[in-house]
């Protein structure tokens, strides 16, 4: 445990009255005696004991967004936390990132680099710091025994180091004696992929004598080979690599897209069309109807029809992992699949940096092979779609972000085309942060229904044998819902495309229960979530009415249930296996989507398979985060580099998940995502270090398995106390 919490519970034991005289919420109360001002802060022995036996014995009243804390665990005074803002902590990529290189989409900004107003949570200008070699060693001598390296196609001319022995010495600093002093991806595929760059070389190399005398230093591996040529975007396990000469052509506009292309001409001119059609003026004479009657006559069908889909399945044994920006990394959901997740998602993705072809939007559709998995399925009548094949199934898919169908149909055709391995592709629609608003994406789309509906019928068109899904949230503006048009819209198309297009063939609709106004400050609001699913339900009998049976598109290109509803999930607030079968049982969703509570504690996904609380202890949460290091190493690498990006994502993993509050020492159940515990200490050191709210007790935990961070690593948390302060929206 760390020093500064072993002092603090010390200090705390060893002053009882401190504690008697705040409640479980924080508040200062004083301890009302007889007698003088002066004698009333010295209590009879005898009576405090029989006070805090007291208090001990009864059970606290639950007070709003404090975790209830049995009272012998309390250990500190003060105010509660401030709440944070957990959009701005949720979604968007760190400023300088040098992962995907990219800006922070939390961190505002404005025209000229000028900052926009801040919003909760946010820090300006976040970056990490650097962390590399003090020398760059060389590709020809980083996979390759010291007298045999590859040539160097720079020859003279390279600027980095040749020297093994030296790069060695002065170049980087010492192996790692962390995880037993072995490289985990050597020790899990026999061989390492940074070669003599790897914090662990010493595990897979050695120095051997020639009959000359010479030395030599080798790598050991126990495959065929060490495919140095490979692309290095390349590791073990990892699936969804598009090669650099791809993303290459996408960058210089070679790629044809022989889909989109013809689409999008198309749907220019039967927006012009319609334009025309619905926007005449008020004034309206017999000769003008006669236009608008001829301007009707020159609508066309579309060039292209969609393909028939993949079926897919949601159910109440499948809980999804939701797209999760920053923490919804590769090693994360490999950690939640492992758990119990049946359905994961990729970062959101940009759609124009995809169709650009730019190597950090990419690097997000990267996926384990464990993601490949068939998801959990219990055949149920009514409940599945005819034809679906569990077995050709998996758990990945892509989440995008577009604020115009161009830019989401042509993103969509080069996912289908490139990426072997996806689910769905689902469309953002949902993203509160200004700079995907403002240009008009994400839930900036909520207040656009028939640029949205146009967007999702061409994705449909576009992603072959691959659905289409769409995530929304309520509303932009608390108070003024909109999703229950855009969910009827999604479900059989818009009053001027229903009687010519059909339904747009969205495959499943998830509905966040909050507007981005609302943001995180108050809680979902699963009945207006219940509201939209009785919608979806009623699609069967809605349907005959609304639609022109023979305009209707042909079933096989919609993925689309057996009673021929889409798929409805509900997203917001769940925080253990009550919550999730409560909100099938009552909302009448076909099954959850789960954000921050799958960030706070993973194993909610097997609470969610077991049915009951599980209460994980300290050590078991430990061999978690001792999992996602590992993962985060074979994803990023042992080198440098790769301890650097794993140790971030670590810290920002361990921003959420020191809110959770073990179940045995919760006096009240079910256990709130929004309750913000006080100060306690856990039932053993290790627990009390796991609670701590300090980045600095964070990075100690980083070190268990990561060694000593580079002297130039940063790491600023989102969470920062100075950042809490909220401004009015709207």
């Known amino acids: 445990m760390a020093e500064n919490e072993g002092n603090k519970i010390a200090d705390i034991a060893a002053g009882p009255e401190e504690s008697l005289k705040h409640t479980a919420n924080g508040d200062a109360q004083s301890i009302q005696t007889d007698g003088p001002a002066s004698k009333r802060q010295k209590l009879d022995h005898g009576q405090e004991e029989t006070k805090e036996e007291t208090r001990q014995s009864q059970p606290q009243d639950r007070v709003r967004g404090v975790a209830p804390v049995k009272p012998e665990y309390l250990i500190a005074t003060g105010p509660p936390s401030k709440v944070v803002d957990d959009d701005a902590a949720e979604a968007g990529i760190a400023t300088e990132d040098p992962v995907n290189g990219k800006p922070d989409p939390r961190d505002g900004g404005g025209k000229n680099g000028k900052n926009r107003k801040k919003q909760g949570g946010q820090n300006q ?9 003090a020398l760059r060693l060389c590709n020809s001598v980083t996979y390759s025994n010291e007298f045999s390296p590859k040539p160097c196609k720079f020859g003279e001319r390279c600027n980095m180091c040749h020297d093994l022995r030296r790069y060695l010495k002065e170049g980087r600093r010492g192996d790692l004696e962390t995880l037993d002093g072995k490289c985990p991806i050597f020790e899990q595929y026999g061989r390492c992929v940074s070669g003599w760059k790897c914090r662990f070389a010493k595990s897979h190399s050695k120095e051997i004598e020639h009959e000359d005398g010479r030395k030599e230093l080798i790598l050991l591996s126990n495959s065929d080979s060490m495919e140095t040529e490979q692309d290095p975007d390349q590791r073990p396990g990892v699936v969804n690599v598009v090669s650099t000469d791809t993303k290459w052509d996408l960058a210089r506009r070679k790629v044809v897209f022989e889909k989109s292309d013809p689409y999008i001409k198309w749907l220019e001119k039967d927006t012009d069309l319609t334009r025309k059609v619905y926007n005449q003026t008020k004034k309206q004479d017999r000769d003008e109807n006669t236009d608008k009657e001829d301007l009707r006559a020159q609508f066309v069908d579309p060039p292209l029809k969609p393909s028939e889909k993949r079926k897919i399945y949601f159910g109440r044994e499948t809980p999804v992992l939701a797209p999760l920006t920053t923490q919804g990394n590769l090693p994360f959901r490999r950690v939640c699949a492992e758990l119990g997740a049946q359905v994961t998602y990729s970062e959101m993705a940009m759609g124009m940096p995809l169709v650009q072809g730019q190597k950090g939007e990419w690097a997000l559709m990267k996926a384990h092979e464990s993601e490949l998995a068939s998801p959990r399925f219990t055949h149920a009548e009514g409940t599945v779609v005819k034809g679906y094949d569990n077995s050709k199934d998996i758990k990945f898919g892509a989440q995008i972000s577009g604020n115009q169908p161009w830019v989401a149909m042509k993103a969509t055709e080069a996912l289908t085309r490139f990426l072997p391995h996806l689910r769905v592709v689902d469309l953002n629609c949902g993203c509160p942060i200004d700079l995907v608003y403002t240009a008009g994406a994400g839930s900036g789309l909520l207040d656009t229904p028939s640029k949205l509906e146009k967007m999702v019928r061409g994705m449909n068109v576009v992603s072959g044998e691959v659905p289409i899904t769409a995530k929304l949230r309520m509303g932009v503006r608390d108070g003024k819902p909109t999703a229950d048009k855009l969910v009827e819209r999604l479900a059989f198309g818009g009053h001027d495309t229903r009687e010519r297009l059909g339904a747009p063939g969205c495959a499943a609709i998830t509905l966040h229960g909050r507007s981005r106004q609302r943001r995180y400050t108050k809680s979902a609001n699963w009945s207006y979530i219940a509201e939209c699913a009785a919608i979806i339900k009623s699609y069967k009998d809605k349907k005959d009415d609304l639609t022109d049976t023979a305009a209707a598109p042909d079933e096989n290109t919609q993925a689309n249930t057996a009673d021929e509803k889409v798929y409805f999930i509900g997203n917001g607030d769940c925080y253990s296996h009550v919550d999730y079968f409560d909100h099938i049982d009552n909302a009448k969703v076909d099954t959850v989507m789960i954000a921050r509570g799958a960030m706070v504690k993973p194993w909610i996904f097997e609470e969610i398979e077991k049915g009951q609380y599980l209460d994980k202890s300290a050590s078991e949460r430990l061999t978690y985060i001792e999992k996602f290091v590992r993962y985060g190493l074979e994803a990023w690498g042992s080198d440098e580099l790769g301890l650097g990006f794993t140790r971030r994502f670590l810290l920002e993993w361990l921003s959420f998940t020191h809110r959770y509050v073990p179940i045995g020492i919760l006096e009240h159940l079910p256990p709130s995502l929004n309750d ?43 969470h920062k106390s100075n950042s809490y302060e909220i401004e009015a929206e709207g």
């Open 676 to 718: 913000r515990p006080p100060r306690y200490k856990g039932r053993n050191d290790l627990e009390t270090l796991l609670a701590s709210d300090n980045y600095k007790d964070w990075m100690k935990i980083s070190e268990m398995f990561l060694g000593p961070a580079h002297p130039s690593f940063k790491f600023q948390p989102k």
């Open 125 to 133: 200008n976040r970056n990490y710091g650097h962390f590399e070699d």
